[in-house]
């Protein structure tokens, strides 16, 4: 609850008010709201479901550990949305914000993983490809974040492409720095194939 609280809070706070782009599933579905104003929780909620589809008939483990996550976040982002009203109140820089935003969604994300409870998202599919590929996952899910933004920042004209991606450099770096790296380990997805095998 505390990890949906501050992730909520981040999206709705800091990142709505300027239009900013977060990556991941988060990402899709902020630009989702921005091109058609569908609730971001909702929009997460939709783009999860062929991940978490996936997740069930072939990794188990991490349908379990997201699931949850996944309800309460968007839950607490859509039941905090009237944050967005006093967004360019509390802070009226952009680049402030996007990384205040990157460091609350970091945190959030970061404690949720602490206690083995992911929000889901594109994660797994980016760890899928760097299997097939044999490629390093975090410069795959990295890859991907930054993909999502570029996409973003062209459908989207108001949004700042070089601000967004300040979010997606904050989250990451807050999530890297909160989670230990015994309990990252344990998200790998050879750990998961391994338990299934």
């Known amino acids: 609850m505390i990890g949906s609280l501050l992730v909520g809070i981040g999206v709705n706070l800091f990142l709505v008010p300027f239009e900013l782009l977060d990556g991941g599933a988060l990402g899709i579905s902020l630009i989702?709201?921005?091109?058609?104003?569908?609730?971001?929780?909702?929009a997460?909620?939709?783009?999860?479901?062929p991940i978490f589809t996936g997740a069930w008939?072939?990794?188990?483990?991490?349908?379990?550990?997201?699931?949850?996550g996944l309800l309460f976040s968007s839950l607490m982002i859509d039941f905090l949305y009237?944050?967005?009203?006093?967004?360019?109140?509390?802070?009226?820089?952009?680049?402030?914000?996007?990384?205040?935003?990157?460091i609350f969604i970091g945190l959030g994300a970061g404690l949720m993983l602490r206690h083995d409870i992911s929000v889901?998202?594109?994660?797994?599919?980016?760890?899928?490809?760097?299997?097939?590929f044999k490629l390093n996952p975090g410069y795959v899910i990295f890859s991907f974040d930054i993909f999502i933004v570029t996409i973003g920042?062209?459908?989207?004209?108001?949004?700042?492409?070089?601000?967004?991606?300040?979010?997606?450099?904050?989250?990451?770096?807050t999530i890297s720095l909160f989670v230990?790296?015994?309990?990252?380990?344990?998200f790998s997805f050879d750990k998961a194939s391994d338990f299934y095998a």
Request: charged share 10%; glycine share 8%.
């Open 180 to 186: 230990s790296k015994s309990k990252r380990r344990s």
């Open 120 to 132: 889901g998202g594109t994660d797994l599919l980016a760890q899928m490809f760097a299997r097939r």
């Open 153 to 173: 920042s062209i459908l989207i004209s108001s949004t700042q492409l070089f601000v967004s991606y300040t979010t997606v450099f904050f989250v990451g770096v």
């Open 82 to 102: 009237p944050l967005h009203i006093l967004g360019k109140n509390v802070v009226t820089a952009p680049l402030s914000s996007a990384a205040l935003g990157g």
């Open 44 to 49: 997460l909620l939709v783009v999860n479901i």
């Open 57 to 68: 008939f072939f990794y188990r483990s991490f349908f379990y550990n997201g699931i949850h």
């Open 32 to 42: 989702i709201h921005y091109v058609s104003d569908v609730k971001v929780g909702l």
